[in-house]
């Protein structure tokens, strides 16, 4: 049944028996990011959107939902849905998705760290080929790894480089002391990246991080040296990195691309040196039951007035 326009409904993005408990204040609607909305948007006082990359899906019933107070994103970043909420009549509560990605990101992060510098890639193309194929590689062990973003991502990122020895260097928006030591102003970022043999960019999408690693910065990387983007494309200027590949002088490891999805015939797919995912990150076997308890948490502290976790401030329209 449609709930009726004078109902308060939640927007989730799994069908409520599947959650464990939720609050009886709400009326629960359950959207997929299918082409049929499953009930009339207006309603809607917290929407949690369906478990999907594609921003234009996420933000298809916003402009519709009239009373909303509360979205819950399921990322860490969420540039993308600030231009609609601002244009929302009131004030609507915006969260991310806080560390829920945290431990599956950084754990790909170094699964594409370890790929590239062991040339996985090349014995599995070796393999089908029936070809044994044999070569020296770069070691992780006792690496210098810069992290640039330090947030949860690249906190979980430097626990999982513990028993590699690696010599860590932190970057993030200021300066600060971390639990493992200091972390670096980005504004550093030109002096540090020379030092690097791999260089992890787990920083969240924002006009400030847009192309953060553009021409000037790619030419200071080291030969050899090796970048990972677990972040966002837009963290990475495109046509540079392509020509950065291009003569072999240094590597990347991407699990996410500018354009996404990366187009058949891009240059990136044949770069020499490069290894893509297709922004999988998060996506684990652990994921569904770890969106389920975010999202009813967040669902019990809206109920009872509590303030949300995660909240985000942004400006007005």
């Not at 837009?234 to 354009?259: H, M, Q, Y």
Request: some cysteine.
């Amino acid at each position: 049944m449609r709930p009726s326009s004078g109902t308060r409904t939640a927007w989730v993005p799994f069908p409520r028996d599947e959650f464990d408990d939720l609050p009886a204040e709400l009326d629960y609607v359950t959207w997929d990011g299918g082409a049929e909305f499953p009930a009339d948007p207006a309603p809607a006082v917290f929407y949690a959107h369906p478990l999907v990359q594609d921003p234009a899906v996420i933000a298809r019933p916003l402009v519709e939902m009239k009373r909303l107070s509360a979205v819950q994103a399921l990322s860490a970043g969420v540039d993308h849905l600030l231009p609609l909420l601002q244009r929302l009549p009131g004030r609507v509560t915006l969260c991310t998705a806080g560390d829920l990605h945290s431990a599956s990101t950084a754990e790909l992060a170094l699964a594409l760290v370890l790929a590239s510098l062991r040339g996985i890639p090349d014995y599995t193309r070796a393999q089908d080929a029936g070809r044994w194929h044999q070569r020296t590689s770069p070691s992780l062990t006792g690496a210098d790894v810069l992290i640039v973003g330090y947030g949860a991502v690249g906190a979980a990122l430097e626990e999982l480089l513990v028993p590699f020895g690696c010599v860590v260097t932190r970057v993030a928006r200021t300066g600060r002391l971390s639990r493992r030591g200091a972390v670096h102003a980005v504004a550093r970022l030109p002096e540090l990246v020379p030092q690097a043999d791999v260089i992890v960019l787990a920083t969240t999408a924002t006009q400030d991080t847009r192309h953060l690693v553009d021409a000037g910065v790619l030419a200071r990387m080291k030969t050899g040296a090796l970048l990972v983007n677990v972040a966002r494309g837009s963290v990475v200027d495109t046509p540079a990195l392509t020509a950065a590949l291009a003569d072999g002088r240094i590597r990347a490891a991407l699990d996410v691309t500018e354009p996404e999805p990366l187009p058949p015939g891009h240059p990136l797919w044949s770069a020499p040196g490069v290894v893509i995912t297709p922004h999988v990150g998060a996506f684990t076997a652990a994921l569904r039951s770890r969106v389920k308890s975010l999202v009813q948490s967040q669902l019990w502290r809206f109920a009872r007035n509590e303030p949300l976790r995660y909240a985000v401030p942004y400006p007005s329209a």
